[in-house]
């Protein structure tokens, strides 16, 4: 077999800007595709942070069971992940990314029949493991069509879904609230709405996306073969680091991938525990309807979409990656942390300056995994990380609906939440960013 040569050998002085071409028409096509699906994806996966009070009122669900619910889905999500995304590398993106598509709409649109506590259980873990692959599916993708000096900007603008989602989940969902009608309340209606788009969705996303660049039309026989030619030199230069096959325990056992799993864990667990809790802050501020509750919750998302460009930018210019992560980070733990000091109004604008700092930590935190990681691992290992980390999602509402049914404040919740920033910060300097070591050779 051929081996596979870099850009630059195969295409002479020419292979820059055909590289740079191929790539433009890659991010065109697939980036805002995946954009708009992780805002359907965030929107069914945070959208019962809107309805909190009508569950309790026509479910009767009270604050622990509300928290509890809201993070089963990351325990479906974290059981399924790994296998999803193995799953991915043998079907395809394609066919794949529409099966998950598929069965998290429907899945989504069952909540609408939530008559108990155990349904209102059973529909959030089977939505998370419906979910589960979509996001390391993604990240994957990337590293198979994107060369690594791409991937980082892209997932800056993949990660802008998320911020996208919150902004726009409040109006959308406020405003699918007030329908009434058809024997179904308004909750109803929201979760039946927003479950059906991404089923609909899904049908696009089959005639749209390519399993591989060799099956991309849409570029020429030059870029497809320069895009695959240069990710495989890329990977070419890893194999001389690192042998082929590195056994499941081995993974398990290198520091590293340990590091990555808790940074993640840490910025989840402040991004849901705001993500869930801030509409029932923002119902305390004042007697606002859902549309205006949605509203205000938009607000610390937009703001934190301007930072997780800002940030990502600086990181581009001035290097030094885990430094502009810890820096995010800290951020984040002031905003959590002084979110205690005031009223409802103070939390609320305490957690606007959270929101700089734990979604830009979010989107500078997967370039280091994705530098040091073998893409012959890298879709299971990313795959581990996102579901150990998304754990997070699991432990801070959860918590969070314990504390305030026990005690009547989350007060001791937040404090956790800017601790656990810290720690993150410190950690990340140990986050290497080099090729995979050799170090776990050693370990298999």
């Known amino acids: 077999m051929e081996t596979p040569q870099p850009a630059a050998s195969a295409t002479g002085a020419a292979a820059p800007t055909v590289l740079q071409q191929a790539v433009a028409k890659i991010k065109q096509r697939v980036l805002p595709l995946f954009v708009i699906m992780f805002i359907v994806n965030y929107i069914d996966r945070v959208n019962i942070g809107f309805v909190r009070s009508h569950l309790a009122t026509d479910v009767g669900i009270g604050t622990a069971a509300y928290g509890l619910g809201a993070g089963l889905f990351f325990v479906g999500y974290a059981l399924f992940e790994v296998p999803s995304n193995l799953l991915l590398q043998r079907f395809g993106a394609k066919a794949w990314l529409t099966r998950i598509m598929a069965t998290w709409g429907l899945a989504a649109t069952a909540m609408a029949f939530v008559n108990s506590?155990?349904?209102?259980?059973v529909l959030r873990f089977l939505l998370g493991a419906a979910e589960a692959g979509f996001?390391?599916?993604?990240?994957?993708?990337?590293?198979?069509?994107?060369?690594?000096?791409?991937?980082?900007?892209?997932?800056?603008?993949?990660?802008?879904?998320?911020?996208?989602?919150?902004?726009?989940?409040?109006?959308?969902?406020?405003?699918?609230?007030?329908?009434?009608?058809?024997?179904?309340?308004?909750?109803q209606w929201m979760f039946i709405i927003e479950g059906l788009a991404s089923v609909v969705l899904c049908g696009f996303v089959w005639f749209w996306l390519d399993s591989r660049p060799a099956d991309a039309k849409w570029l020429t026989q030059s870029e497809r073969d320069l895009i695959g030619n240069t990710i495989a030199a890329e990977q070419a230069e890893r194999e001389k680091i690192k042998p082929a096959h590195i056994s499941t325990w081995a993974l398990l056992r290198d520091s590293q991938i340990v590091i990555f799993c808790f940074i993640y864990f840490s910025i989840s667990l402040t991004i849901y525990g705001a993500t869930f809790w801030l509409p029932s802050i923002i119902r305390k501020m004042g007697a606002y309807s859902d549309f205006q509750v949605g509203l205000f919750n938009s607000i610390p998302w937009i703001i934190s979409i301007i930072a997780m460009y800002l940030f990502a930018s600086l990181a581009a210019r001035f290097k030094f990656q885990q430094a502009w992560a810890a820096a995010a980070l800290i951020i984040a733990a002031i905003g959590m942390y002084v979110s205690?000091?005031?009223?409802?109004?103070?939390?609320?604008?305490?957690?606007?300056?959270?929101?700089?700092?734990?979604k830009a930590a979010s989107s500078l935190f997967w370039p280091l995994p994705q530098a040091y990681l073998d893409a012959r691992i890298a879709a299971g290992v990313i795959a581990l990380i996102n579901s150990i980390g998304n754990l997070g999602g699991f432990v801070a509402p959860t918590t969070f609906g314990f504390l305030e049914q026990r005690t009547g404040s989350i007060q001791g919740g937040l404090y956790a939440l800017a601790t656990t920033s810290v720690v993150a910060a410190v950690v990340v300097f140990f986050a290497r960013t080099a090729a995979y070591s050799t170090a776990i050779a050693g370990n298999k």
């Open 117 to 121: 506590e155990t349904t209102f259980y």
């Open 135 to 187: 996001f390391p599916g993604v990240i994957y993708y990337f590293t198979q069509w994107l060369p690594a000096s791409e991937r980082g900007r892209a997932m800056a603008i993949f990660l802008s879904g998320s911020a996208l989602a919150s902004i726009l989940s409040g109006p959308i969902s406020g405003g699918l609230l007030q329908i009434d009608g058809g024997g179904l309340q308004g909750w």
């Open 340 to 358: 205690t000091f005031g009223g409802p109004v103070f939390a609320f604008v305490s957690i606007c300056f959270a929101a700089v700092g734990f």
